[in-house]
């Protein structure tokens, strides 16, 4: 049984973080410099909350990676590493939340599932911001309009700040019409 689980929450992973690279992919808003707005963030954060921070890590760091092959932005591969691996995988630290998101979802507390989820989403979304931030810093000080902390801080927030709005809104909406979403399914796909 357990191996079957172990299948499942790897086929999820997939499944999800190519959904992330398409959601990527289909960017309605994309910064001069690098960024853009997108629900890329959306399956990382729904993994996280199935499956905790083992699914959420390695669903995000996969998407991350995946950017590789569809235009990401490489000046070194260590800034490859923390604007897309890191990043992205970072994403997933909103899996601490998993079990008070499965445990309201359970208990039907709507208004406390919704809490954990912004929370989650906050926390996946400031740390993801925090690496870009970095990197900008470090790799991009060159292309900064005045002083190279704050740009890089207003810089990344512009697309930063609505994707997070987005994505917290669509979870909400979703885990709270569907809490089902939460829960893994382990029986036997055979019977």
Request: charged share 10%; net charge positive.
């Amino acid at each position: 049984m357990k191996s079957r689980f172990k299948l499942q929450a790897l086929i999820e992973i997939s499944l999800f973080a190519a959904l992330g690279l398409i959601f990527d992919l289909l960017i309605p808003y994309r910064l001069p410099q690098g960024g853009s707005i997108s629900l890329a963030m959306l399956p990382i954060f729904v993994m996280a909350f199935r499956h905790g921070l083992k699914g959420g890590l390695a669903t995000g760091a996969l998407v991350g990676t995946l950017q590789l092959l569809f235009g990401a932005y490489i000046f070194t591969p260590v800034q490859f590493l923390l604007d897309y691996t890191v990043a992205y995988g970072l994403v997933g630290m909103a899996g601490v939340f998993a079990g008070r998101v499965k445990q309201a979802a359970g208990q039907g507390a709507t208004k406390t599932l919704a809490t954990y989820l912004v929370l989650g989403a906050l926390i996946g979304s400031v740390l993801r911001y925090a690496a870009h931030v970095i990197s900008g810093i470090v790799f991009f000080a060159e292309y900064a309009e005045g002083p190279v902390v704050a740009y890089s801080l207003g810089y990344n927030a512009t697309y930063m700040a609505p994707s997070f709005i987005i994505s917290a809104i669509v979870l909400v909406l979703l885990f709270t019409t569907a809490p089902r979403f939460t829960r893994v399914a382990t029986r036997d796909i055979r019977q």
